[in-house]
């Protein structure tokens, strides 16, 4: 490596993360020649990425991967994916190492202060020239409030449904012709003294 900038020791001295290193080097197609450090490319990033080796230690993240978990890089760095990122999805058996990508999928880590943030990741894995899988990097991104959002616009259309099935019950059960309309004057069910006055067969009356 070129740059000691990002360099902790155990990425000296430890061959596996070397070539995790020089693995990303060449996927990001940077000259190993030119001074340039991965790491600080991986910085200037946006998206929150994590930089991985065989044994799912966290060689690498960047300040936005640090910010969805709570925790400083130096705190997270070194340890395994399960315990510096605490994806709960995530055992024994890494799913990037099993599947060589990971494409749009939905995962939940608990960031250092309790919360549940809901991201998206994509990942892959690296090869060295042999063609050996050395390493991984992740992408990350965060989905909580889209989460949020889904969850209420569910539980609204939950309590909608609710709404009307007792409408239409107390609606059915009016022995005079009678009907519900919303603000626009569709109708919204009806009695079935109006539904026979109507002509409009049972399975019609809900509009």
Do not use: W
Not at 137 to 145: A, F, K, N, P, Q
């Amino acid at each position: 490596m070129t740059t000691a900038a990002h360099d902790g020791p155990f990425l000296r001295d430890d061959a596996e993360a070397r070539a995790c290193y020089e693995a990303l080097v060449a996927f990001l197609g940077l000259a190993p020649d030119t001074g340039v450090d991965a790491f600080q490319a991986l910085a200037l990033s946006s998206d929150a990425l994590v930089l991985v080796d065989v044994r799912q230690r966290i060689l690498y993240c960047n300040s936005r991967a640090a910010e969805l978990t709570g925790r400083r890089p130096d705190e997270i760095m070194g340890l395994r994916c399960t315990e510096g990122l605490r994806f709960v999805e995530c055992g024994k058996h890494c799913p990037l190492f099993d599947e060589g990508t990971v494409c749009a999928r939905h995962c939940l880590l608990t960031a250092g202060d309790g919360r549940a943030v809901h991201v998206v990741k994509n990942a892959q894995t690296l090869r060295d020239g042999t063609g050996r899988i050395v390493g991984g990097i992740e992408s990350l991104h965060d989905v909580t409030d889209l989460h949020q959002m889904q969850v209420r616009l569910r539980d609204r259309a939950q309590h909608l449904a609710t709404a009307y099935t007792l409408l239409e019950a107390c609606v059915r059960g009016i022995g005079e012709a009678a009907l519900a309309i919303d603000s626009e004057g569709c109708i919204i069910c009806l009695s079935d003294r109006a539904a026979e006055l109507l002509g409009v067969e049972p399975q019609e009356r809900k509009v």
